[in-house]
């Protein structure tokens, strides 16, 4: 959960070039990744423990 003095700062990969259809993410938070839409920036918003973000990370990019 984000304290009023902790906002996120949203990012899309750099390899995201396809006219905006892309999620976006936040890894300014201590212990948590926020995932969004981009198409929907003002929309829900999905709040990952930073672990398991990193381990769905890690799990993309295993061979």
Same mark, same amino acid.
């Given at each position: 959960?984000?304290? +009023?003095?902790?906002? &996120?700062?949203?990012?899309?990969?750099?390899? =995201?070039?396809?006219? /905006?259809?892309? $999620?976006?993410? +936040?890894?300014?938070? &201590?212990?948590?990744?926020?995932?969004?839409? =981009?198409?929907?920036? /003002?929309?829900? $918003?999905?709040?990952?423990?930073?672990?398991?973000?990193?381990?769905?990370?890690?799990?993309?990019?295993?061979?």
């Amino acid at each position: 959960m984000t304290t +009023a003095s902790e906002s &996120p700062h949203w990012f899309t990969s750099s390899y =995201s070039a396809n006219g /905006g259809d892309c $999620v976006e993410v +936040a890894a300014n938070l &201590p212990g948590v990744v926020p995932v969004r839409d =981009s198409k929907t920036p /003002g929309g829900p $918003v999905l709040n990952f423990r930073a672990e398991a973000f990193a381990a769905f990370v890690a799990g993309i990019k295993a061979p």
